[in-house]
């Protein structure tokens, strides 16, 4: 049977046959049941799509539902919705119905969502951004003058003042004024339950976790846990930190710390975050902005009559340091040299090791464009900063040479760990540098001792004094307090207790050892200026609480609190 044929008996049977032609017309009837009884269906054929009353589909109602809740009222929400050309839209048709589904409609709805979409997170971008750089300004163009309430304040829940500090308990709250207070206070104190000496199952549980004993550190752990938490006092705070780390330590070197710090890493904490607790810690504690201080004012000396300055910064991180000298070069009589920056980092893992530190060049050359510096940057990532060679430095002639380094060679290796030292490497390697001067700072620490117990009671008396700071000038409930704690406290800490070998990057030295290391590399110890150290020691007693110290031994600066020296800051030159 021929084509022509077949469709000349399908067409006959379809629409000869009265029973095919009854099926139909009751089809009909059916499917009129769901159509609008007011309104027909009307098609605009020019746009090809669906009029006003049939438009709708419930996802993208409850979409547009959200966006036009913020612009109208609720008595207009309840009824309508805007459509993309600015006319008004029912949700549903006057039956009730929600009318049929249009793609090419649904497609342009699509693109409009996602083009506000883009556009929303633009704008939040740049405001983040706009955020960043006012505290950039407001933290790190203050961190040298000026009192205390204009520069590096963190509002009203921060109390740095001499006189303030005295008339607050450790949790923030003021003493009582009436003359009974300090009885009430006692009968409360002495209905507590009995204190636990949480330093002293610390060092127990440490010692049990070094000979393996599992059941009598899980039980000491178990003691600790309920006396400790990271929103009590400082003590409460450290035995929680320090329990993280030897929990960590017992699941086995390497497991326990990727757990932690993973479960760190989901916070995803931002970068506005991070600077506002860093503004938190340099209103109520001296030792970062004096040292910042002491090295700007070092640097910017040797650089008085210089052309080119060229600053090489071992661990230049988010570059904090660097817009406070920047705005003094700017002010220099005579105008300001050219400024040369070498950032030296840690790359950072993926597919551009280098971009943390670029971006902080980039930063930084904005603030150069700011206050009319020139500007050159030049970033180096290295895992292993003893095999830097001098050409990648990138030194010139007839420049003025300052190498910096603050807090970051306590993460360089040991003799314990490799033969060739790279301590000692790095030092001699500036020492081949030849700097007009070497800028050192580092944290006060004996917790590199290779014998566990003995590094675990070192990081113990180290880490106290840095809690016992904030909980005397911070309040307990300051978030970010809580974050700083958590974030770089806790993370060093958890380095110290539950890692070995090259994975226990937190290495703290004295600073008598760093004197030896330094003296031995062929770097000579340049003297104090005695006015500079009267002059931090006035900002220190006018600025913070009356127990921070700044001493000096061996042309060491030294700061401290209670005693107990924390940071040291000194400066070199080839010998």
């Known amino acids: 049977m021929s084509e022509a044929s077949v469709n000349q008996f399908l067409a006959q049977n379809i629409f000869t046959d009265s029973e095919s032609v009854l099926q139909f017309q009751r089809g009909v009837e059916e499917a009129s049941k769901f159509l609008p009884k007011v309104n027909p269906l009307v098609i605009d054929l020019e746009s090809s799509s669906v009029s006003s009353e049939v438009k709708g589909h419930a996802s993208t109602v409850v979409v547009k539902k959200e966006k036009s809740e913020r612009k109208t009222s609720p008595s207009k929400r309840r009824g309508r919705r805007n459509s993309p050309n600015g006319s008004m839209e029912r949700k549903k048709s006057p039956n009730g119905s929600k009318g049929k589904k249009n793609h090419e409609r649904e ?22 951004e706009e955020e960043l750089s006012e505290l950039f300004d407001k933290v790190l163009l203050c961190t040298d003058g000026g009192n205390q309430s204009s520069c590096g304040s963190c509002g009203d829940n921060v109390d740095v003042k001499n006189e303030e500090s005295k008339n607050l308990q450790p949790n923030g709250q003021p003493l009582a004024s009436n003359g009974e207070g300090g009885k009430a206070r006692a009968k409360k104190q002495g209905k507590k339950k009995e204190t636990v000496d949480l330093r002293n199952l610390l060092i127990l549980c440490a010692q049990a976790v070094s000979v393996n004993d599992y059941r009598t550190s899980t039980e000491l752990l178990k003691q600790i846990r309920q006396h400790s938490s990271p929103f009590g006092d400082g003590s409460q705070r450290l035995a929680h930190f320090f329990a993280n780390g030897l929990e960590a330590r017992m699941a086995g070197t390497g497991t326990g710390t990727q757990i932690f710090y993973t479960s760190l890493a989901s916070k995803k904490t931002s970068a506005v975050e991070i600077l506002k607790s860093y503004q938190v810690s340099l209103a109520s504690c001296p030792f970062k902005r004096m040292s910042i201080f002491f090295k700007n004012k070092m640097i910017f000396k ?12 071992f661990g230049i991180l988010y570059g904090f340091q660097w817009p406070i000298l920047i705005h003094k070069l700017s002010m220099r009589p005579g105008g300001p040299p050219k400024l040369r920056i070498t950032g030296i980092e840690v790359p950072q893992p993926g597919f551009r090791p280098a971009e943390w530190i670029e971006e ?3 930063r930084l050359a904005k603030y150069c464009e700011r206050f009319k510096v020139p500007f050159e940057f030049n970033a180096i990532a290295s895992q292993n900063w003893e095999s830097i060679k001098l050409e990648d430095l990138k ?57 566990f117990v003995t590094r675990f009671r070192e990081a113990l008396f180290h880490f106290s004094a840095l809690y016992d700071v904030f909980d005397v000038n911070i309040p307990r409930d300051n978030p970010q307090r809580l974050m700083f704690e958590a974030e770089f406290y806790g993370r060093e800490a958890m380095n110290v207790i539950a890692c070995e070998g090259i994975e226990r990057v937190e290495r703290a030295e004295t600073y008598k050892q760093w004197q030896v290391r330094c003296q031995r590399a062929g770097l000579q110890l340049l003297p104090l200026d005695q006015e500079l150290v009267k002059v931090f020691r ?11 110290t700044i001493d000096q031994d061996s042309n060491w600066m030294l700061q401290g609190w209670k005693g107990r020296i924390v940071y040291a800051s000194s400066c070199w030159m080839p010998a």
Request: hydrophobic share 35%; net charge negative.
């Open 107 to 128: 497609d342009v709805d699509s693109e409009g969502r996602s083009s506000k979409q883009s556009a929303v997170f633009k704008e939040e971008m740049e405001e983040e």
């Open 302 to 313: 040797m650089a008085e009559k210089a052309t080119t300055l060229h600053i090489v910064d």
């Open 360 to 362: 902080t060049g980039r």
């Open 395 to 451: 030194v010139e002639r007839n420049e003025v040479l300052a190498v910096n380094c603050m807090l970051r060679f306590k993460n360089l290796l040991d003799e314990t760990v490799e033969v060739n030292c790279p301590r000692d490497s790095v030092l001699k390697l500036i020492r081949s540098l030849k700097p007009d001067i070497f800028v050192h700072t580092i944290i006060n620490g004996a917790y590199n001792a290779p014998f």
């Open 538 to 548: 006035d900002k220190v007693k006018e600025w913070y609480h009356k127990d921070f």
